[in-house]
Nanobody, 125 residues
Framework: VQLVESGGGSVQAGGSLTLSCVAS???????MGWFRQTPGKQREGVAT???????MNADSVRGRFTISRDSDKNTVGLQMNNLKAEDTARYHC?????????????????????WGQGTQVTVSS
């Protein structure tokens, strides 16, 4: 599995960014998603999407971030609106076959699956 992210950058609070991820080696059995990581903080699963379109969002981004998936192109997107300073982090695309007893967003938070090198998002207040 290979995942390559793009679209990060710097934006002022209240602004928007769109992240994209191109995946290879995955299929419909994978849940796809995004997590973010800041030095000294725990990894946080942000959003996931299954091949049937079922999505999950972290409480911290619900109503602001929207995840999308194009299975034909093997891509995953994350539209981030109304960004806040606390959204500053490195964002990683992830692909996971969710283990029993966990949700996809729990699985990627708990280091299951594969992930890319990430793209930096910096929000200034």
């Amino acid at each position: 599995v290979q995942l390559v992210e793009s679209g990060g950058g710097s934006v002022q609070a209240g602004g928007s960014l769109t992240l994209s991820c191109v995946a290879s080696g995955t299929d419909s059995s994978y849940s796809m998603g995004w997590f973010r990581q800041t030095p000294g903080k725990q990894r946080e699963g942000v959003a996931t999407v299954d091949s049937d379109g079922t999505t999950m969002n972290a409480d911290s981004v619900r109503g602001r971030f929207t995840i999308s998936r194009d299975s034909d192109k093997n891509t995953v997107g994350l539209q981030m609106n109304n960004l806040k300073a606390e959204d500053t982090a490195r964002y990683h695309c992830a692909a996971v076959k969710t283990p029993p007893g966990q949700t996809p967003i729990e699985a990627i938070s708990n280091f299951w699956g594969n992930w890319g090198q990430g793209t930096q998002v910096t929000v200034s207040s």
